[in-house]
């Protein structure tokens, strides 16, 4: 193999051992920049996802990363920035995950806001991935009968992930991951590169590169937000100053959904807690 890049640049060889102090200094780089909390002794993770990084930028160990991290933000550094954020961001994701909340919305939370709003509905799908979750929001919204002009938008740190999810073609397995045939058959079809999801549910969605730990003001105010299966990730401080300045985004008397696993944080006072059947989710108290 040529040890040679395209550029001329010598491809160096790459020591991917990672010492205690570049651990530390990933670790507190992650938590200041996106909210992510490793603990200690996750050495083994950050090799595991990192190491790919030091080959696409050409460094030739974690001590050059750690470097190059550290220095004043510039074009180069803060690619490589994003790059480390992106290696070591969960992107899992399924179709209609926690689907007794997707029956809550379909049907009681879009019709009660479509009465009540004449039809037009802002919702935020914070911490997106791949899309999954905003277009199950828009198919839920297809099958609401009446004049439901829904927005939703989808947002994620990850730029890498936010590319699969506006091409919204994805695989048989991503497919298989929590779609029944009649909504298969429904709203994708069968494409060279995959399964191309229908114009119908895709143009009731946008998406855009967002940090949660950024100001929430340009987005908007909303009537749904979703915020699943990212807060698990922050600080409990982190996660009582997102819900915080979510509820803040949020229409008075709108609804916020958690996972079915993950739980409102003591001290925040602005949701109430509704268990509606067998969902459960939060509702802005409306003062
Ligand atoms: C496990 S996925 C959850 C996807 C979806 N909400 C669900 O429940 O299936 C978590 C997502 O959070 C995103 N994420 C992590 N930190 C973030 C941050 N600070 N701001 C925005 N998104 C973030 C990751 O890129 C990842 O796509």
Same mark, same amino acid.
């Given at each position: 193999?040529?040890?040679?890049?395209?550029?001329?640049?010598?491809?160096?060889?790459? =020591?991917?051992? &990672?010492?205690?102090?570049?651990?530390? %200094?990933?670790?507190?780089? @992650?938590? *200041?920049?996106?909210?992510? $909390?490793?603990?200690?002794?996750?050495?083994?993770?950050?090799?595991?996802?990192?190491?790919?990084?030091?080959?696409?930028?050409?460094?030739?160990?974690?001590?050059?990363?750690?470097?190059?991290?550290?220095?004043?933000?510039?074009?180069?550094?803060?690619?490589?920035?994003?790059?480390?954020?992106?290696?070591?961001?969960?992107?899992?994701?399924?179709?209609?995950?926690?689907?007794?909340?997707?029956?809550?919305?379909?049907?009681?939370?879009?019709?009660t806001?479509?009465?009540?709003?004449?039809?037009?509905?802002?919702?935020?799908?914070?911490?997106?991935?791949?899309?999954?979750?905003?277009?199950?929001?828009?198919?839920?919204?297809?099958?609401?009968?009446? =004049?439901?002009? &829904?927005?939703?938008?989808?947002?994620? %740190?990850?730029?890498?992930? @936010?590319? *699969?999810?506006?091409?919204? $073609?994805?695989?048989?397995?991503?497919?298989?991951?929590?779609?029944d045939?009649?909504?298969?058959?429904?709203?994708?079809?069968?494409?060279?590169?995959?399964?191309?999801?229908?114009?119908?549910?895709?143009?009731?969605?946008?998406?855009?590169?967002?940090?949660?730990?950024?100001?929430?003001?340009?987005?908007?105010?909303?009537?749904?937000?979703?915020?699943?299966?990212v807060?698990?990730?922050?600080?409990?401080e982190?996660?009582?100053?997102?819900?915080?300045?979510?509820?803040?985004?949020?229409?008075?008397?709108?609804?916020?959904?958690?996972?079915?696993?993950?739980?409102m944080?003591?001290?925040?006072?602005?949701?109430?807690?509704?268990?509606?059947?067998?969902?459960?989710?939060?509702?802005?108290?409306?003062?």
């Open positions: 193999m040529s040890n040679l890049s395209l550029t001329n640049t010598p491809v160096k060889k790459i =020591n991917a051992d &990672i010492t205690l102090n570049e651990y530390k %200094i990933i670790q507190h780089f @992650l938590n *200041e920049s996106c909210g992510i $909390v490793l603990t200690d002794n996750k050495q083994y993770l950050v090799k595991n996802r990192v190491t790919r990084v030091l080959e696409q930028f050409n460094l030739a160990s974690f001590h050059e990363l750690t470097v190059a991290i550290q220095v004043i933000s510039n074009a180069r550094n803060q690619k490589l920035k994003a790059a480390v954020v992106d290696a070591m961001t969960t992107n899992e994701t399924f179709w209609f995950r926690d689907d007794t909340q997707f029956v809550e919305l379909k049907e009681r939370i879009i019709p806001l479509v009465a009540k709003k004449n039809g037009k509905i802002k919702v935020w799908s914070a911490a997106c991935s791949s899309g999954q979750e905003p277009y199950n929001i828009s198919m839920c919204a297809e099958e609401v009968a009446g =004049n439901c002009q &829904i927005q939703i938008i989808g947002t994620d %740190i990850s730029d890498t992930i @936010l590319k *699969e999810a506006k091409a919204a $073609v994805y695989s048989e397995m991503a497919l298989s991951r929590g779609l045939e009649k909504i298969r058959k429904r709203f994708f079809q069968q494409t060279e590169q995959g399964y191309q999801l229908t114009r119908k549910v895709t143009q009731k969605v946008r998406f855009q590169q967002f940090n949660l730990l950024n100001s929430y003001s340009g987005l908007g105010r909303f009537d749904i937000i979703f915020c699943r299966n807060l698990i990730y922050f600080s409990d982190v996660k009582r100053d997102i819900l915080t300045r979510m509820a803040s985004s949020l229409e008075p008397g709108g609804y916020i959904f958690l996972s079915s696993t993950e739980s944080p003591s001290g925040i006072k602005e949701f109430e807690v509704v268990r509606d059947g067998k969902a459960r989710y939060f509702q802005k108290t409306v003062k």
